[in-house]
Structures are given as structure tokens and as C-alpha cells.
């Protein structure tokens, strides 16, 4: 990766050399703490600290003991992919006394520790500061007390916190995603989409309790992503007299031939009186007002388990070295940090600022204020809400306006999970916004040969849960066949296209854009939706589909390595898909823990081969006997990956033995995950209101005239915020022959897999840096980190 000799430098000059860390978790476990402990060990003493666990939270500390002990680098091997937290967890009244955390000082002064990374809930990282506060008191009573010299309390004068949010409920402000909040959705929909199947095989009504005491976020995404016909959050409790309205929807539901109806109860959810809503009263309406069978799951602790998602493991690994990273630099003089995800870049934040403002989200919704909670959790809690509410909520047919315009909506390219959830949401929306929509099946080859259809609401339930492309799609590009496409854009009187689809939508979009010249009929609102697990497209930073393939990759390889285990010295070479763009294999191997990935971004030759090769043959002596290599499948021409396969083999004759896999289009399968459903539903009804707006705009003596740059536009989500970029604007940023955007933001992560796999290497800390404005000025953004 281009680094400037200033950025080296300044790393290189972060030293922990005497220094020691200590990391613990407290609270509440979360899916990727362990993630996060993983990567502040290898981070901490890659710089040359060292590191301790502490074990059982604030208890152990207080404890001491056996309970803090110093960390090595093989002591957090295979702990990537192992849910919880593997250190421990505690409740700890003491701490909260004086008395307690004069214990903890002392047991960290006898370590000689300084440094202190923790991860948990609003409540432990207050704890933390206050104990930071309080720290050169604690010590001065130790010396009173004999129990420390003043030696020891001028070597260990100040103490340095930072934190990082484990919490599933995704409550804390001033991050838009908090370690283990898209886990807990995966175990939620997992849930929701096995029940969905057995309700509809009775013409069932479930419904579901899902965690969230003060906060609804789990329910409401939840919601989105399976098209539940109900949510009830504490944020927002419905208006007096939903019972009523929510019998009728159910029963509105039943009657256009739905056999089921799902209803998502988040576990804090009130009235507007403050009367708690529960999942048996839900139940007992639905049974006594409508008669239909009706059943109560209540998921509870199932949505801590399990493996962490790929989303969890990118996320903590980031925000564990950034965490060492902001220690390496703290002063006496600087406050205490959360480290917090802002789009695509990991921050340091004031913590009590955030805690303040986290504290602030309750005080409003103590107080009926809940239009301000709303806002105060952010601007992307309110999309989603707002989103939720344009989705489920259908207006009778006559209080829908009539625009009289008709939107087409296709996919085109190679099927990617989450095409149909934005199919869904551009339906639905377009609906509600007045205008008849038309299906394209089989993408333009389809659209030239006249398999345009009406689609209506009903014809789209369920698809958020589909995987793959259910109206077909297509590689066709539209150049050869412009005569035909006109014409049936003119039988049909389409107004409007909504093109889904990768890099190939961007080539047809671009043809049906220099073809206005010559047919007027191409002279209309034209917007794409990036859809590929490729994640090559220009213009945006993800694409509906690519979270889905990072977590089939990340589960097969956790399978792999786990059969390793029982086989000694075994390396293992994965292929990936993704053309020329190496962004699944980078990632990918950042989640999986791999020793190296190869892409063809970033070249590599023989010597770079014989250098990895080098490595796992020193980690076979080590308690690690295992490796895991990925290679993006058009790296390079020459090195293949059975190239790689045999020479590894070969290299590592009688130390190791190698095995390989291609994990081929199973990254194309399977049901999306729930960052893609709600991403492909949030976008897609913002481009539909895009549409709308383009609409009204162009319409005149009669007719749509669009030819306007900007009424071609690719929706996409750079950094914070999705925005709307003439398509014509994106080529310069292009590499057509290859297929990929010019320059790629996920090339920042590739030095921190190389980190954690102690890889000698820079990473460059233009990536990471302080946000220390007011957070009351920073709402949160739409976009794709925050769904």
C-alpha cells in the first residue's frame, strides 16, 4: 500500500517498548470481543509492550491474582471465531466502591500497568474514566497505606484508558456500530426466516421477542429485514388505539393471501403511557380480537451465541489496534477515548461526551420525549424507522396518489443475495408513491424480447429473505439491441428504470446514456443500485451482496481450519471470487485470520511467495500449526492457485503439507445476510424517491424528458453518506479493463492483517485519527456501516 516516508516514520516512531497494556471485558458479552482482545494483544506487542488478560472484568482486577496475566501472541490463536469472550465476564459491586478500585490500582502497579483497553457497555467504560479520574488519589493512599513506595507512584503516575463498545443492542452514541450488534441480527434472522416456513405451513401468526430493553435498534432492523408486519420499540410506542390497527393490518395481510404474519416485540417495548408491551399480551390480542393460531418465541441469550459475523471480526480487529494505536499517543493531558466506527474509518472520541449523549437517549425517553429519542439515536435509527413505516404500512387504493408514470426495475449481471429485498423496497415504495411498476425478467436480454410484466405489492412478499436474483438476471448488455429496448420502453410507456446490478450496470447504464442521442425513448430517469459480491464498482464503498459472500467465505474457512486442528502442520490455499478486485480475499482473510492474501492490486512475485512461505514454516514451530492462505482468483495469470499449491507443498516438504479449495459460487448462494437486506432495502427506496423526484422534474407539455447528466446516477455509499453521482462523472474514476474502481478504501485494511499475522510491515495511521468535535453537531449518517 503507498505510504509517504512521513506516515512510516511516524509509526515507527510509536514505540510500546516499556510499556504494558491490559485488556479486560465487562458487562454484557457480545460477538467479537474476542475479535477485539485478539487484535489489542498481537497489536500491543507487535509495538513491543506488553500484555496482559484480565480475567472476570472489573472482578478480576479486583481480585488480581491469577487473574491478570501476561498475554503471548499464540495464547489468542483461534479465539477469531469463538463467540463470547474467552477471558470473562463479571458484575462487580466492588468496583464501584473506592475501596475496590484502591484494590484494582494496586494490582495494576504491582504489574507495572498503565495502560488499560476495555471493552464493554456505557457502564464500564464510565467506570473506567472515573477510575482514570481518580488514579493519582489511589496511588497517593497506597503510599499512606505502605503499600507502594513513591517510586513506583511517580513511575506509574498516570493512567490511560480506552475504550471500545461491546454491546449487541447497538445503544452507545458516537459509533455507528457497536461489536457484536450485526452478529446478534444474524442469529434474530436465522430464527426468523426457520420459523417463517413452518408459519406459513399453518397460516401461523409468530411472534417475536428480540433483546433491546432501552433500545430498539435489534427489532426495528430486524423488522426491515424479514418484512415483519408489526414492530413494537421502546423508542417509539405506538399511538394509542394500535391494538385496533394492528389487528387490521394482520387481518388486511391474510385476506390478499399471506398464510402468515410475523410481529417483532423488542423486550423494552411501552405504550404511551410507559405500560410495558410484552410478546404474551401481543399474543393474547392477536388471538382474542382475530382467532388466528398464533405462537410466542422469545429468543433470548441465542442472540449472544454463536460465531461472530465477518462484519464483527473486521470491526473489533480494527477497533482493537486503533485502541493500541490511541494509547501508544495519549498524554497525561488528553481525555479519555472511545475508539468508534465512522463510515469507513475507525475514531477516537471523547468518552464521556458519548456516554453523556447515550445517557441523554434514556433521559428523553423517561421523560415521553420520543420523537427526540428518535433523533437522538441518530440519523440512521430514524431512516430505518422511517423506512420501516413506507414498507409495511400500505395506504388503501384509494388514498394512494396517482402519478401515472410506470418504473421498470431490472438486474443485471451475476446474481448477488439482497437483489431481491431492493426489488422488494423499489416495488413497495414505487407503489406507494403512485406509480405502476413493471418487472424486467432476465435483465436486457429480457427487456429487448418484451418480458416486461405489471408487478404488484403482494407479488413481492416475502423476497427479502431470497437469495439470488428471482426476477433472473443477465450479463447482456444493451449496445446491440438499443432498436428493440426503445421500442418496447415505448410500448410499454416506461418512464422511469431502476437498473440492480454490478459492473455490467454500469457499462449498460453508460450505453443507455450515450444512446439519448439517438432515441428519445432512453431521455428518462435513469438510477443503478450496486449489486455485486465482487464489490468492484465504482463509485461506491460496498455492494448489495458482498457482506453475504464475506460470510460464506469466513464460514467455510473457520470449517478448514477447524479440520486442521486434528492434523498438525497444515496449510491451507483458498480461491475466491471477485475478478480482478481483491476486496473478498482481503477482507475475507482479515476475518478469517489468514497468514496472506493475494490480489492483484497489490503485486507479487516469487520472492513475496518464498517470504509467506518462510513465515508459516516459522509459525509450524510455534503452538500454531496451521496456516490459511486466500488468493482473488485473477491475482495473477502465472501464479495460479495450483501454482501456489505446489509450490507451498513443495517449499514446505517435511515441515507442513497443503491442501486447497475453491470455493467457487457457493459466495453467490445462500440466503443474504441482514446487512444486505437492509441494505438493499434502504437504498433502493431512496432511489425510488430519487426516481419520484426526477419524475416531477422532467415532466412536461405531457411527456418525460430527462437528458441531464445528472438523470443518470449510480447510488452509492461513500464513506457516510449514499449519495447520487452521474454516472458519466464515474468513468475517470474507472479501470474499465479490469474491472475496478481506480482506487479502493479497503486497501487501508491489508497492513492489518499482515499486523496480525505478524507480518513485519507499516500500518498507515492517516486511516485512523481523533474527531474531537462536538458529537451534538455529528448526527449519524445513512449508510451502509450503521445497518
Known sequence: MAQTTDTKRFFESLTGAGKAIAVLTSGGDAQGMNAAVRAVVRMGIYVGAKVYFIHEGYQGMVDGGDNIKEATWESVSSMLQVGGTVIGSARCKEF???????????????HGITNLCVIGGDGSLTGANLFREEWSGLLAQLVDQGLIDNEAAERYSALHIVGMVGSIDNDFCGTDMTIGTDSALHRIIEVVDAIMTTAQSHQRTFVLEVMGRHCG???LVSALACGADWVLIPEMPPEDGWEDKMCQKLSATRSRG???????????????HGKPITSSFVKDLVVRNLGFDTRVTILGHVQRGGTPSAFDRILASRMGVEAV???LETTANTPAYVVSLCGNQSVRLPLMECVQMTQEVQKAMDEKRFEEAVKLRGRSFENNLKTYKLLAHRKPESQLPRS?????VLN???PAAGMNAAVRSAVRVGISEGHKMFAVNDGFEGFYKGQLREIKWADVGGWTGQGG??????RTLPAKHLDKIAEQIRNHNINALLIIGGFEAVECLLQLFDARARFEEFCIPMCMLPATISNNVPGTDLSIGADTALNAIVETCDRIKQSASGTKRRVFIIETMGGYCGYLASVGGLAAGADAAYIYEEPFDIKDLQSNVEHLTEKMKTSIQRGLVLRNENSNENYTTDFIYQLYSEEGRGVFDCRKNVLGHMQQGGAPSPFDRNFGTKIAAKAMQWISKKLQETYRQGRVFANMEDSACLLGMRRRALIFQPVVQLKDETDFIHRIPKEQWWLKLRPLMKILAKYKTSYDVSDSGQLEHVLRNRPKDLDASAI
Open 96 to 110: 464501584r466502591t473506592r475501596e475496590g478500585r484502591l484494590k484494582a490500582a494496586h494490582n495494576l502497579v504491582e
Open 217 to 219: 435498534y435489534l427489532a
Open 258 to 272: 399471506s398464510r402468515l404474519n410475523i410481529i417483532i416485540v423488542a423486550e423494552g417495548a411501552i405504550d404511551r
Open 325 to 327: 494505536m490511541a494509547l
Open 404 to 408: 401515472n408514470f410506470n418504473v421498470a
Open 412 to 414: 443485471v449481471g451475476a
Open 469 to 474: 436474483s428471482l426476477l433472473g438476471t443477465k
